[in-house]
């Protein structure tokens, strides 16, 4: 019995292009596919009979003696299928079948070739100051990168020279093996899967369509920007191999220490060590602000160590946002010392004449030490 024309098979003209091919070929695989026909003889014939038609069509050398001679061309030790089994075509074909029929189930659209190539993403470690994180800021920063050949226009191939089709692989890019059912495919390894080589390699890049260059760039730092930010700059990264698609550049901000101030979240902290005067009587000092002014500090009179006051609106902006932080400042009073001996008769008066009013905190926990030693001693 004469097989059905290909074409006829596959319901396209025989000008058709690979992909109305393809988009036939997916259209009828999956009408015809067993597991949608289970026990369906006839079903799994006409699948058979498809994918054999495309996996004729879709090689240009195959399809080419195809249209030459038809039929024929492949009557000669062709091994197609026998005794109505599976032969190593119908392998071949399944393989194609579940790459381009579910490979978007299973994680999404195949990549194409260009994606093989795709350059390699880069981090750069920036560290800014505070300043520059409350302000906002421009950085120029030196990235060494491989950037496209100017020479070849990135193609890899020396000017005036040209690709051809891959001898090894035939355009395909892989090279598949089969034995009985199962199918190996593997990337070509003189084109490396692009299916083409290139007739002379440009000279200054030796073929690979890119080379080592430092480039210069400008990263906008956003006031309010905090330490482990991570900053992305599309297609700045590494040029890809032979024309291929640049990858990305990933910044890697930190915000170095302050000397003064310490930073959580969109406020700042202040440690100020004051004088056990000054935390006695009462009194100010100026502390500097990030936006460059200074900002006034009123130390009521009996502060305690540790005692903070709230500077509203003088932390950091937030990042996207009009809000902004608080500054607090936290007094340390210093005990003094190396005392002369007028500080020490003066500081000796005050305790003589001091009460439990001037120290209600001492004198109360005190107390209450003397009763627990009563009580435990009695």
């Known amino acids: 019995m004469a097989k059905i024309d290909f074409y006829e098979l596959l319901c396209v003209s025989r000008d058709a292009d690979s992909a109305t091919l393809k988009s036939a070929y997916r259209k009828l695989a999956m009408k015809y ?81 260009a994606s093989q190539f795709r350059g390699s993403d880069l981090r750069y470690n920036l560290e800014i100051s505070l300043e520059d994180a409350f302000g906002g800021q421009t950085v120029e920063i030196d990235v060494p990168s491989m950037v496209h050949c100017d020479t070849c226009d990135g193609s890899g ?50 073929g690979q369509g890119r080379r080592q260059e430092n480039r210069n760039l400008s990263v906008d730092i956003p006031k309010g920007i905090e330490d482990g930010t991570r900053i992305r700059l599309a297609n700045e990264g590494e040029a890809g191999l032979r024309g291929g698609p640049q990858g990305d550049l990933y910044i890697f901000v ?4 302050h000397d003064l101030f310490q930073r959580d979240g969109a406020d700042l902290y ?10 006695a009587l009462g009194g100010e000092f100026e ?48 005990t003094p010392q190396n005392l002369t001996r007028k500080q020490r008769e003066l500081l000796e008066e005050l305790a003589e004449i001091s009460t439990n009013d001037n120290n209600p905190t001492s004198s109360g926990f005190f107390s209450k030490l003397k009763g627990l030693f009563e009580k435990m001693s009695s």
């Open 254 to 257: 930190s915000v170095a220490p």
């Open 157 to 206: 191939a020396k000017p005036g020279t040209g690709m051809s089709a891959c001898r090894t692989c035939h355009g395909h890019g892989k090279i598949r093996t089969s034995q009985g059912f199962f199918s190996i495919e593997r990337t070509c390894p003189q084109c490396q899967g692009r299916g083409e080589t290139m007739d002379q390699p440009c000279t200054d890049c030796t």
């Open 33 to 113: 596919h067993p597991d949608r026909n289970p026990g369906d003889d006839e079903a799994e014939k006409k699948f058979k009979e498809v994918s054999e038609a495309y996996e004729t069509l879709k090689d240009p050398q195959k399809r080419a003696a195809y249209d030459r001679f038809g039929h024929a061309a492949f009557e000669q030790g062709a091994g197609r299928g026998g005794m109505g089994g599976f032969g190593p075509d119908f392998s071949s074909s399944m393989s194609d079948m579940f790459d381009d029929l579910f490979g978007e189930f299973m994680g999404g659209a195949r990549r194409g070739r």
């Open 270 to 279: 202040a440690r100020v060590p004051i004088a056990m005067t000054t935390a």
């Open 287 to 334: 502390v500097p602000t990030l936006s460059g002014g200074r900002a006034r500090v009123k130390v009521p009179a009996g502060t305690q160590p540790g005692q903070r006051v709230r500077l509203k609106g003088k932390g950091m902006p937030v990042l996207r946002s009009g809000q902004v932080g608080d500054l607090y400042v936290q007094m340390d009073v210093e």
